[in-house]
Structures are given as structure tokens and as C-alpha cells.
């Protein structure tokens, strides 16, 4: 093995992977060709993983152990002494630092050659350029709202002009024993809002029992959460992260739990309640990211067939509640999916006309012959037939004319009570 | 991965760097679109261009709470329809499913909710409470117990308390239109 500056030239450390990449196998393509070009792309491949928790832990140590160098990693949390029993990259010493930074350094010590760039913060600080730059994106993450946002930005970033800017996203999740990976080609295959049914909301306890007849620990805390704060700390935003409103809710609870002889509420129970934290498998994170990063492996390399070809199955659930079991199947993509079922079209139109001949040349079009349009963008509300509230206070725009509404590009949705679906269309001033 | 890009094939032209009506607007939209008001509810946006934001007046036809003037404020958040909207009563009124702070006892609004509702059953659930008070889902404890004892009784505390007037030691706001 030779060393040039510390990082291995070798590829002795590839040696089993290498026999993958560089020879035919029995479900490669015909035309695909081995060796050189293929371990090149894999290693100029970059890849970006969203999530540096339970999930992203293995997935960076994954891809990194994968042949991929080019990986980068956003995270906005901190490091939790409760995170150290199975986010292995963090150390009791890393508690408090930033996870994104600490995981990026520990999988660049341990693997030689591979840069692993670190963004400590929301994914949404991040524009369309920044998402550009990246090959496929591997999300591990907790949260659904998070997940719609980066599903919506790479719908909207493909163009039809360039087929790169096609990101595949890769999406894992866990709860307890359950997980699922799935492969999603955005605008090409069912996107994460077309499968939005597929997670339950957030199971919830009626509020009349919280008041009145708790029965479980739980419910003193969600009580403390929910109710007494309201009622006692009006107008003090509750951060789940201050131990002082943690202590606070803990204490509340603590008495109500005694005025009820309900056993059972600690400060650490407090803390899972408000923050609503699912008990984390460390060996379903592991599946689940073993899973995401071979279909990764598969998409970069081609040595396989991978999961979310067209009309092919996209989704693998996986379940341990009871023994185990896997299912894996083609979610449909939805007609009317808000966010891929109807991209936006463009539309010439005249800036000097008025909100109201816009809308009248709406009616005349062949395809959508809307005749009680409600028109929005994203910062303003357009035009509203109903509710009468609505209708009132956007009246005024029907006189209005487009270049004093809308900006020139910008998209508006519109809506109509004759059709199931909505109707978005990028708006072009067609003489500047 | 040269072989997805292959594969790209487009339905319709996207790629743009202004911001875009979100899936939550979009949703609100339709809903508000669906809304079936009546004669005795109506809406109120302090902004226009925030419809995620907005107050709802029920003005009750008919039952004990009749001819009052009850208002509702509605807060949608990015993840609607899968979260719930949040709703408070924005009055200080003695009914055995609304609490002193506002909080409304309505089982869509929590353990219910699913993302086939609309903001039309919200306000349909929000309607009936006023017809048809519940004693055995009480956020006031008090009042639901008033209502299971006697109904009478209660009926008459709530024309009290709507008129603004105390009851058991407890001062109401005064909602009467
Ligand atoms: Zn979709």
C-alpha cells in the first residue's frame, strides 16, 4: 500500500468492491461497461445526505465504506448525551458540538480519501444552487415536514433542458421496529406528497381526557404541555431544548401525576413526550441506511438493478414488530399530487392586461376553461371567489394589472370548483 | 447513474427560482373554496395574503347559545393538511367543551384528525358544539357537570355567562351580539 499525504492511492482497501464494479454480473445491462469510467463516477459522485442523527450516521459511514468521496451532510441539531447509545460517530466529549460537523470528522479519520463537507443548520437556509450541485440525495430524517420541503424543491428543480438536474432521492425512516427505504425520481416516479398517506399523524390523546381523567404518565406531561403552560406561562414560547421549560413541565406533571396516583413521570419521559420521541432501534437505523446506501450504490454504479425504476417498485417497508417482514412495491404517483401531479406550465401573457382580462382569457383556454378561478402566488393572495371575506379584500386586484401583481417567471396556482385538480402556470411577460 | 439521466423524460416544463405556492396553500386554498358557511358563520383574514391565518365567527341560529357572537382563531401551519389546524375560542365563555384559555375539545381537531378532513368539517364539529354541548367530553369540568345535573339549570348559567355576568365565582366575557 502506498501513502501520498496520508491518504491511501492504493485501492488495495476496495478489493471486493472493485470485483463488483469491474466485471460484468448476472443482472447488469448488456451495454453497461465495466472497470475505469464506473469507478470514477463513483468517486466524483457527490452525494448528499440530509440528517446526521440515528439514520445519518450510518449512512455516512455507509457511503463513505461504499467507494463514494464526495459526501455531504446537513444537520441543524446538537449532540445529546441521550444520542451517544447508538449515534456512534459522537463521543461523550462531542455533547453539545454540532452533529453534521463532529460525524464529518470522525468518518474522514476513519476513511481515508474521502471529504465529507458539513452544514451545520436548516435545510431550507439552502437555495436551488446549492441542490444543484449534487448527484442524489439521501435523507434520514424524523421529521415529515422537512421531507415534503427538500420533495418540493427537487420536483421544482427539474428541467426539462438539462436531464441532471433529475435528483434521485433516496428516503429512509424508522419508528421502533419499523422503517422503510424508498427511491424517488422527482417528476418522474411517486414523490413523497403522492405518499404522504403512508404515515399516520401523530397519534394524539383526546384533550377532555388530558383535563379531566388522565390515566397514564403520558398524560400529565402532555397536560403540563399542552394546557398549563398555556395557562401559567402565556406568551413564553416553550423551547423543548431549555432544560428550565423541560424542568418547569416536569414539575407540573410530577404534581398532577400525584394528585391522580399515576406513577411514573421522570424528567427524561418529559422530555420524549414534548419532543415527541419515538424509542430509536439502533439495529432497524442500520437496515434501513444499509438499504438506502446500496440503492445509492446501485443508481451511481448501474452494477444492479435498484429500487424506483419506472413502473417498478419504489417502496420497501420493512417491520420487526412481529418476527420479520418485508414488503417492497410500486407506489402509484398521484394525478392529482399537489406538488408533481401538475407542474407548472408556462403562459405568455400580456403584463399590461388586468388581473381580470387574465382571468377572462383563463375561461377561453382549451385546456382548462376555468370559469371561477382563485388565483394565488406564493406571498399574495390574487383573487378569491369565496369566502365572501376573501372575495372582498382581494376585489381590488381585478383591476389591477399583472406587472403591479406578479413578477415576471413567478408561478400562480389556481384553483376552481369545477375541477379536482389545481392548475399552476409560470407566468412570462411576453413584450418587456 | 448516466443511465438514469437517459431515462429522464419530461411531462411539462418546471425549474424556476421563484418561490411557488406551497402544498399547504394549495390545500387551504381548495378547502376555503369549499367552505359552506351559511348565514351564521363568517370569516376574517388580518392579512389577505396569509390564508393560513384567520378568525371564524359563529353567530348560533338557534340552541341555548343563540344570538351569541363567538370567535374562533384558526392557525394552519407548512404541514397541513397532515397536521390538524390549531384553533382557539378568542372568548372567556362557560360551555363544558371549550376551557377558560380557549382550548376546544373536538376530536378531529386531535385524536381524530386525518388528512382527508377538510377545514368544512372543522367548522361543521365547531357549529355543533354550540347545538348540542357535550358533558361527556368536558374541558370545564364545572360546566359539564352543571349539564349532566340539570339541564335547565345550565342552560340558564349559560345565558348568565353569555350576558356576562359570573357564574360560580367565575366572571365571563360578555358574547351576546
Ligand atoms: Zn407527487
Redesign the pocket.
Known amino acids: 500500500m502506498s501513502e501520498m499525504n496520508g491518504v491511501t492511492t492504493s485501492r488495495q482497501r476496495w478489493k471486493y468492491l472493485d470485483r463488483v464494479l469491474s466485471r460484468p454480473g448476472p443482472f447488469t445491462d448488456e451495454d453497461w461497461v465495466p472497470g475505469e469510467e464506473v469507478i470514477s463516477f463513483l468517486e466524483s459522485a457527490k452525494v448528499l445526505v440530509i440528517g446526521a442523527g440515528g439514520l445519518g450516521c450510518e449512512i455516512l459511514k455507509n457511503l463513505a465504506l461504499s467507494g463514494f468521496k464526495d459526501i455531504h451532510v446537513i444537520d441543524m441539531d446538537t449532540i445529546d448525551v441521550s444520542n451517544l447509545n447508538r449515534q456512534f460517530l459522537f463521543r461523550q466529549s462531542d455533547v453539545g458540538k454540532p452533529k453534521a460537523e463532529v460525524a464529518a470528522r470522525f468518518v474522514e479519520r476513519r476513511v481515508k480519501g474521502v471529504k465529507i463537507t458539513p452544514y451545520c443548520g436548516r435545510i431550507q437556509d439552502k437555495d436551488e444552487d446549492y441542490y444543484m450541485q449534487f448527484n442524489m440525495i439521501i435523507c434520514g430524517l424524523d421529521s415529515i415536514e422537512a421531507r415534503r420541503w427538500i ?1 418540493a424543491m427537487l ?1 421544482g428543480m427539474v428541467d426539462m433542458e438539462n436531464p441532471e438536474s433529475m435528483k434521485p432521492l433516496i428516503d429512509g425512516g424508522t419508528e421502533g421496529f419499523k422503517g422503510q427505504a424508498r427511491v424517488i425520481l422527482p417528476t418522474m416516479t ?6 404522504l398517506d403512508m404515515h399516520a399523524p401523530r397519534a394524539a390523546v383526546p384533550l377532555c381526557t388530558l383535563a379531566t381523567i388522565p390515566r397514564q404518565p403520558q398524560h400529565c406531561i402532555e397536560w403540563a404541555h399542552i394546557i398549563a403552560w398555556e395557562e401559567e406561562r402565556k406568551g413564553d414560547i416553550l423551547d423543548n431544548d431549555d432544560p428550565e421549560h423541560i424542568t418547569w413541565l416536569y414539575q407540573k406533571a410530577l404534581a398532577r401525576a400525584k394528585e391522580f396516583n399515576i406513577s411514573g413521570v421522570t424528567y427524561s419521559l418529559t422530555q420524549g413526550v414534548v419532543k415527541n420521541i419515538i424509542p430509536a432501534i439502533a439495529s432497524t437505523n442500520a437496515i434501513i441506511a444499509a438499504s438506502c446506501c446500496n440503492e445509492a450504490f446501485k443508481i451511481a454504479t448501474n452494477t444492479n438493478p435498484y429500487l424506483g425504476v419506472p413502473e417498478t417498485a419504489n417502496y420497501m417497508m420493512y417491520s420487526g414488530d412481529d418476527s420479520i417482514y418485508t414488503y417492497t412495491f410500486e407506489h402509484q ?2 394525478e392529482d ?5 401538475n407542474l407548472a406550465k408556462d403562459l405568455e401573457i400580456n403584463a399590461r392586461w388586468t388581473l381580470q382580462e387574465f382571468i377572462d382569457s383563463l375561461a377561453e383556454r382549451a385546456e382548462a376553461q376555468l370559469k371561477k378561478p382563485t388565483l394565488r402566488t406564493e406571498k399574495s393572495s390574487l383573487y378569491y371567489q369565496s369566502p365572501p371575506a376573501l372575495e372582498e379584500a382581494t376585489r381590488p386586484n381585478l383591476r389591477k394589472k399583472l406587472f403591479d401583481l406578479v413578477s415576471d417567471g413567478e408561478e400562480i396556482a389556481v384553483s376552481d370548483p369545477a375541477f379536482q385538480i389545481d392548475f399552476k402556470f409560470r407566468l412570462l411577460f411576453r413584450d418587456k | 447513474m448516466l443511465k438514469i439521466w437517459s431515462m429522464v423524460r419530461f411531462t411539462s416544463a418546471s425549474g424556476q427560482k421563484k418561490k411557488k405556492v406551497t402544498a399547504a396553500q394549495l390545500r387551504v386554498q381548495k378547502d376555503l373554496s369549499e367552505l359552506s358557511l351559511g348565514t351564521t358563520m363568517r370569516t376574517e383574514f388580518p392579512n389577505p395574503d396569509d390564508i393560513l391565518n384567520f378568525t371564524l365567527t359563529i353567530e348560533p341560529d338557534e340552541g341555548m347559545y343563540k344570538d351569541g357572537c363567538f370567535h374562533f382563531s384558526f392557525a394552519i401551519n407548512q404541514n397541513f393538511p397532515h397536521d390538524p389546524p390549531k384553533v382557539k375560542c378568542l372568548e372567556k365563555i362557560y360551555h363544558p367543551n371549550i376551557d377558560l384559555e380557549g382550548n376546544v375539545c373536538l376530536n378531529i381537531l386531535r385524536e381524530d384528525w386525518k388528512p382527508v378532513l377538510n377545514l368544512n368539517a372543522v367548522i361543521v364539529g365547531l357549529q355543533f358544539l354550540f347545538l348540542e354541548p357535550n358533558a361527556s367530553d368536558p374541558l370545564n369540568k364545572e360546566a359539564a357537570e352543571d349539564l349532566r345535573a340539570n339541564r335547565d339549570a345550565f342552560k340558564r348559567n349559560v345565558r348568565k355567562s353569555m350576558a356576562g355576568d359570573s357564574v360560580r365565582g367565575e366572571s365571563y366575557q360578555r358574547v351576546l351580539k
Open positions: 420533495n420536483v411517486s414523490c413523497f406528497e403522492c405518499q404517483r398521484k399530487c399537489p406538488v408533481c401531479g
